[in-house]
Structures are given as structure tokens and as C-alpha cells.
């Protein structure tokens, strides 16, 4: 099975034991959501529209509204759910949509805390701006002092190891990280987390399936 969402989304339904309707949300927009039908190709449904059993009844940029095989579901971004024949599981899937530059932007949480993460699979660790360490409550002066390189030379930079990360419906603990100083840097989702999702990329889309 597939899994598709920026901040994700699959929802299968059955409407008997030999039917089931595989939901992938890419994107949500105020009244438009982007989906992924039974594996098919993204396409836009608005509200009011139906598609291969689908019906969008409403959408905001956090959540949308779906009739599904004649049953209501309400679908939030990062929420991941897999139903066949009446059972519902959770799957540790994240589905993350490329940016019009071709980078990959997720949505997530550290230690609680809601962040903006972009895709380095040349980072060995996940990297944070000291702004966003504030931010997210980290006491990196804790952390043993290093340095880091930049595109503007040495940083100085900070070894902690994160309580939780979590991205989709992917939750990890005790996650390596870097906190560094200066610069405008966004959040780097890297190798440390990374290396323990199974990653496949299909176009504009990456999907991160938790391994262990």
C-alpha cells in the first residue's frame, strides 16, 4: 500500500470485506484537497466533488472533510490511518511533498513542539538554529561544544539528543541532534532519523516508513 501527504494523510476504508478505498491527502487548501485515489496519480478535488467513491465535503489548511464509501471521516495533517475490512491501524508512514525548488519540506514536532523541517540526507544528524532551540525548550549549553562548517566557515554548535521527533505519524525517541549558532538555517530532518525510516521517492512525492 501507498501512503501520500506534506504533512500526511492515508485513510483505506472498506465498504465490504472484498472493498476497500485506499486515501492518500497530499496537500490541504481552504476548500481544496490534493489526493491520491487507490495509488492513482495526485489529483485536486474541491469541496463538493466526488472521484472513485470520494467525496470532499469540506477542507481547511489543517483538515478536511471526506465521505468515503458513504462514511464521514475527518482527515488532520499528520494523521495516518490504514483501514481494511472494518479494522483500523495506525501506520508509521509520513508522506512528504517537494517544494517548487525541489526540496522537501515536513511539518513536524521536537520535544512537543511544532517545526518546519526541510529533507538533508547530507546531514548526519538532525540541525538546529539556536533561534528554534529557544524556541522548542532545548538546553544545548548542556551538550558537549563542537563546531560545525558552513557556507560562511566554523560554527560553533552544540551535541544534544532530542526527547522525541516526529514527523507524519513517525514518532522517534532519544534522536541525535546539532544546536548551531548564527546564520538563517532551516531545521536539517537529518540522518539520524532518517536512517531509520525505509525512504522512496516517486516524483514530487517521498515516502518515510518508520524501519525501527
Keep these: 500500500m501507498k501512503a501520500m501527504t506534506i504533512a500526511g494523510v492515508l485513510l483505506a476504508t472498506a465498504a465490504s470485506p472484498a472493498l476497500a478505498t485506499d486515501l492518500n491527502v497530499v496537500g490541504l487548501f481552504p476548500n481544496k ?10 489529483r485536486t478535488l474541491t469541496a463538493g466533488q466526488k ?29 495516518q490511518q490504514v483501514s481494511r475490512a472494518g479494522t483500523l491501524d495506525t501506520a508509521s508512514t509520513a508522506v512528504i511533498s ?3 525548488r525541489g526540496h522537501f519540506f515536513a511539518n513536524g514536532q ?29 538546553d544545548y549549553k548542556k551538550g558537549e561544544e563542537t563546531s560545525m562548517s558552513t557556507a560562511n566557515g566554523l560554527a560553533a554548535a552544540w551535541k544534544v539528543k532530542l526527547d522525541t521527533v516526529r514527523v507524519g505519524n513517525i514518532t522517534m525517541n532519544g534522536i541525535d541532534a546539532v544546536v548551531m549558532e548564527g546564520g538563517t538555517m532551516p531545521v536539517l530532518l537529518g540522518m539520524s532519523f532518517l536512517n531509520r525510516t525505509e525512504m522512496r521517492r516517486e516524483g514530487q512525492m517521498m515516502t518515510l516508513t518508520k524501519r525501527f
Excluded at 484537497?33 to 495526485?42: D, H, K, M, S
Excluded at 472513485?52 to 464521514?72: P, T, Y
Excluded at 540541525?127 to 532551540?133: G, L, M, Q
Design 33 to 42: 484537497a490534493v489526493v491520491q485515489i487507490n495509488g492513482g496519480a495526485p
Design 51 to 79: 472521484q472513485e467513491g470520494v467525496l470532499l465535503l469540506s477542507s481547511e489548511r489543517e483538515s478536511a472533510v471526506f465521505e468515503i464509501d458513504g462514511k464521514r471521516r475527518t482527515l488532520k495533517l499528520g494523521q
Design 110 to 138: 521536537i520535544n512537543g513542539g511544532s517545526v518546519r523541517m526541510v529533507v538533508d540526507t547530507g546531514a548526519t544528524v538532525i540541525a538546529i538554529p539556536i533561534n528554534d532551540a529557544i524556541r522548542l525548550g532545548i
Design 98 to 100: 517537494a517544494d517548487s
